[in-house]
């Protein structure tokens, strides 16, 4: 597939055109912000290990009936996705809380939650993303309300395919974030699914293995991913 001019570049991935209208290029950057990017900084080979790690989660949804962008792996750091039209809100699913929950809401983090967290947030990286519910989805048209409908649908699937996927790897997936895209006037996931964007614990000992080990530097970054990366492959 040849690569074609850039299209975007974002705090972690750059998209490339192909000469397919319906199919773009991911590619994973080494580049790691936090806190709306207030911290900066690089994490060695992430690019590599989130483009492997995504590949290997998204194959896994889409052989449980999730439709996904997710065409194929063509390297290292690059997959081939379909191109489709972002719906600008972060969907976050929180098991246990941790990060913004617990300064929102004065948890202590790892407390338990008697029931599924699932927030929205406005992908505008200038407002810091705000956290909001559905009516303001509807009310500024940033998607439908079948949209919504659906996304909630395959949010609350994924959760419980990515609960178990991860358990059987040794793992407790305590949150995570994901976008949706439009694709021929339906509902797909989009973006990727890394260390980057789930919280990870170590089933038995509690050991972060995510991106919080950068957020507070935790030290063990790579390895980390590293680690998340070799279960992933078994
Ligand atoms: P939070 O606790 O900081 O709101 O993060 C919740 C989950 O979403 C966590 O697994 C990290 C992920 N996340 C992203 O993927 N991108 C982001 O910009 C933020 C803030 C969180
Ligand atoms: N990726 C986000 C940022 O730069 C936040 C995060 O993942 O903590 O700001």
Redesign the pocket.
């Known amino acids: 597939m040849q690569k074609g001019k850039q299209l975007y570049e974002g705090?972690a991935k750059i998209i490339y055109a192909t000469e397919d209208p319906d199919l773009i290029i991911q590619y994973f950057k080494d580049d790691a912000?936090?806190?709306?990017?207030a911290k900066k900084g690089t994490i060695s080979e992430k690019g590599v290990m989130n483009n492997k790690i995504s590949t290997k989660i998204f194959e896994f949804l889409a052989s449980q009936g999730i439709p996904t962008h997710f065409e194929k792996n063509l390297n290292d750091r690059e997959m081939l996705v379909k191109k489709v039209e972002i719906v600008p809100v972060e969907v976050i699913i929180r098991n246990k809380a941790a990060g913004s929950l617990c300064r929102l809401l004065g948890l202590k983090e790892g407390t338990a939650l008697a029931s599924t967290v699932l927030e929205f947030c406005y992908k505008r990286d200038d407002l810091g993303d705000p956290l909001i519910n559905e009516s303001h989805v509807l009310a500024l048209k940033m998607a439908t309300e079948a949209e919504v409908e659906a996304i909630r649908k395959y949010t609350l699937k994924i959760n419980e395919l990515l609960t178990r996927f991860f358990a059987n790897l040794g793992l407790e997936l305590i949150d995570f974030k994901l976008e949706f895209g439009r694709y021929k006037g339906k509902i797909i996931l989009a973006d990727e699914i890394s260390p980057?964007t789930c919280r990870l614990w170590e089933i038995g000992t509690g050991k972060k293995l995510d991106?919080d080990r950068f957020?507070h530097d935790l030290g063990q970054i790579e390895e980390a991913y590293q680690e998340v990366l070799s279960r992933v492959n078994k």
């Not at 912000?33 to 990017?37: D, G, K, L, M, Y």
């Open positions: 705090k912000t936090a806190f709306n990017a980057d991106k957020r």
